[in-house]
């Protein structure tokens, strides 16, 4: 009996000089950084070290539970929430607008345009949008939650516009073919191919920005984060405690909800 050796499958392709050179190049500049940064990291080792990291910690035991300032807090965590799901919401709104001249749907130019804006609006971090907005807006959490859509909308408008360029052309094109409109093409065929990664990518940028509206309130945008940036400059260390687990508390159950609505949707 004689193997067909066309039934075989094919041996599996060879790193590529290129790909040697990357990862050569990586492990280089990881190799550098750590020589040429300062890091003592005996000092991490040392018995000082040890006692002055325990004290610090005792200090911040037990957390603060009067009823007046859990109110407090517990109106600071729906002020975190709150920045965070408007923010998201937002920025998907603005990111599908801009994901489709990005894809390519009006042209070479706009597709080249759009996506410059979206590199430019995601690259600066959102503690430097709310610093600047904070001097248009003023403190609060108004300035927060443009700088959360403002950064997040360049993320979303990148990866949107991605999904849409990965769909397969063959449904929209047989609608057009069939007499349909270009836009009626598009919301029956191609777009719901993309909708289930885009929620996901939505719900995903949605957990980071909790804990982005957390830290923004270092700069004075509100939340959770101005609470614990107030009470810190105080060395208020029990009260801080009381912010920090309800930060963590609302960093869990975000991620646990929506972590329960992505396992839905792939249902």
Do not use: C
Request: charged content about 10%; glycine content about 8%.
């Amino acid at each position: 009996m004689k193997l067909d050796h066309r039934a075989m499958p094919a041996p599996p392709p060879l790193l590529r000089a290129s790909t040697l050179l990357l990862l050569f190049g990586l492990l280089a500049l990881v190799v550098a950084s750590f020589a040429t940064l300062p890091l003592q990291w005996r000092a991490f080792f040392t018995l000082d070290a040890v006692r002055t990291t325990s004290d610090f910690l005792q200090g911040f035991a037990p957390p603060e539970m009067a009823p007046n300032f859990l109110r407090k807090v517990g109106n600071g965590t729906a002020e975190t929430l709150a920045m965070s799901a408007l923010g998201t919401l937002l920025a998907a709104l603005a990111g599908i607008a801009l994901a489709l001249p990005a894809s390519g749907r009006f042209g070479a130019a706009a597709r080249a345009a759009t996506r410059m804006l979206l590199n430019a609006s995601r690259s600066i971090p959102e503690l430097v949008w709310a610093s600047i907005l904070l001097v248009a807006a003023g403190l609060g959490p108004f300035a927060g939650t443009l700088a959360l859509a403002l950064h997040t909308s360049g993320v979303l408008g990148r990866l949107f516009a991605d999904a849409l360029e990965n769909t397969s052309p063959q449904p929209e094109a047989v609608l057009r073919i069939n007499g349909s409109s270009a836009m009626a093409a598009f919301f029956y065929a191609t777009l719901p191919q993309a909708i289930p990664q885009m929620m996901s990518y939505t719900l995903y940028r949605w957990e980071n920005n909790i804990r982005a509206a957390a830290i923004l309130g270092v700069v004075g945008a509100g939340g959770l984060g101005q609470m614990l940036k107030y009470h810190l400059s105080l060395f208020q260390m029990h009260q801080a405690a009381t912010v920090i687990i309800a930060m963590l508390l609302l960093v869990a159950m975000v991620d646990a909800f929506s972590f329960a609505l992505r396992r839905a949707m792939m249902r």
